[in-house]
């Protein structure tokens, strides 16, 4: 099985702490539209192993992919079904901004095929979308909550972002109470992250902002965990919520190194090599002007650039970084079997002793692993390289 990630780059406008690639210009996004089959075309007559799997997941991110029209999206998809094996069970997710759902929309794009939408909603509070230049506004934002909820879409989420400069944790609560009310199914929640070269990063040099302070994020998490929690929306991974049987697949895939391939500006592929000795991990073209040069020359390195081969140790050691970061974790038996990976005694004696003070939870009968408890998911990334630096 497989995946494909279509990277969709262009936005109504640059949002203050987003380093995602991206233009505001949407001159192009026509001709974008017509490369992007075009490359659909050439990967798959240059590389016929990248049709020999089943597509289990389509994801439509970037950017912004609701800036395409319901036309174009179908037009996509209809290419993919024609080049690749689409499982009749694909899940195709599409992100959406709040300011896109105009009426009719979300009708024709679930006609299309997306049975899964991901709704940047952020924040309901019309200062704070402010100040993350949100292209959207609270009202906008319910009325996009209130369409999806009667669209007959299968599933759906919406982000959430917490740790704000000068949010308290009753503010926090009235962004989630306000989401809850459409009985989300799947709900992402990330931390604000200041970005070096964005302008929110700009602010902080400047001190006209100051980030909150960590232990103020660390109690956000908290909230935010809770509060689903008593809502049946259960963390399955950091940032990630949901209820039974909405969980993202395309983004479990990734943290199983499930192949995928990314198609469009800046979008990164992984996939194992024929011999499973290990796999290589590329990205296409990064902005969107070289994309479409490279297009219009038929270019072999359209998606070729900086590809790196991980060998089976270093599969591995990502597995584990981004499998601790998961309520399920990792477990002995797929290292082992996966990527010939077991762990050495030092390794087993530190993730003992973390066990001991209640950072991984106890190990289940017959399931050798580690999987941290809520206390070990705040250090998720902390623990992870603590158990690879001992292999
Ligand atoms: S809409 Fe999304 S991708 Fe675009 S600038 Fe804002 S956060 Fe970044």
New binding site residues.
Partial sequence: MAGLYIHIPF?????T??D?Y?ETSRKHRADFVHRLLGEMEMVTAERPDFTSEKIETIYFG???PSQLTAVEINQLLEKIRLLWNVSMEVEITL?M?PDDVKKGYLAEIVDAGINRISM?V?TFNPERLRFM???HSREEAHLALEALQQSGCRSWTADLIYGNPDQDEADLMQDIDALLEYNPPHVSAYSLTVEPKTKLGSMVRKNIVKPAEDDLVSRHMKVVTESLGKAGIERYEVSNFARPGHESRHNSSYWTHTNYLGLGPSAHSLWWDADGKGATRWSNEPKLAGYMQRGEENSPLFRQFEPEFLDKKALAEERMLIGLRTARGVKEESLAQRYNYKLNADQRSWIARMRKEGYIQPERDGEAGVRLSDRGLMLADYIALQIISRG
Avoid at 11 to 15: D, S, T
């Fill in positions: 936005c109504k406008q640059a949002c702490y987003c995602f991206f970037g950017g912004t992100e901004n940047g952020q230049n949100r292209a």
